[in-house]
């Protein structure tokens, strides 16, 4: 049985960081498709990256270059470090895990099997 439990949101300030973290149990890593996904009020849930290995990532266009996502195999988590934010990165994030097939960015949330809770940020300016 797949979990995930996402932490590490807070407000903070534009121009700010923070990093997310997902624990994940019940699958293992490199033979699963990992991702962050995000969604502000009224909108839509957007992806945000995808990672598979070190080797393989994916980025949404509006976070390239600000936000970097990892693996640590020994802590069976996933995070997200999100330098310079911005206001527009206000949004419930959440990860989300598939071990049926290799999926990468523009996936759609609906071809993730499994979700975590979501964790708030909020970038004030």
């Known amino acids: 049985q797949v979990q995930l439990v996402e932490s590490g949101g807070d407000s903070v300030q534009a121009g700010g960081s923070l990093r997310l973290a997902c624990v994940a149990s019940?699958?293992?890593?490199?033979?699963?498709?990992m991702a962050w996904f995000r969604q502000a009020p009224g909108k839509e849930r957007e992806g945000v990256a995808s990672i598979i290995t070190a080797n393989s990532i994916r980025y949404a266009p509006s976070v390239k270059g600000r936000f970097t996502v990892s693996l640590d195999n020994a802590k069976n988590t996933l995070y997200l470090q999100m330098d310079s934010l911005k206001p527009e990165d206000t949004a419930m994030y959440y990860c989300?895990?598939?071990?049926?097939?290799?999926?990468?960015?523009?996936?759609?949330?609906?071809?993730?099997?499994?979700w975590g809770q979501g964790t708030q940020v909020t970038v004030s300016s």
């Open positions: 989300a895990a598939d071990t049926r097939r290799w999926l990468h960015l523009p996936a759609a949330p609906s071809d993730y099997l499994h």
């Open positions: 019940g699958l293992t890593f490199g033979r699963a498709s």
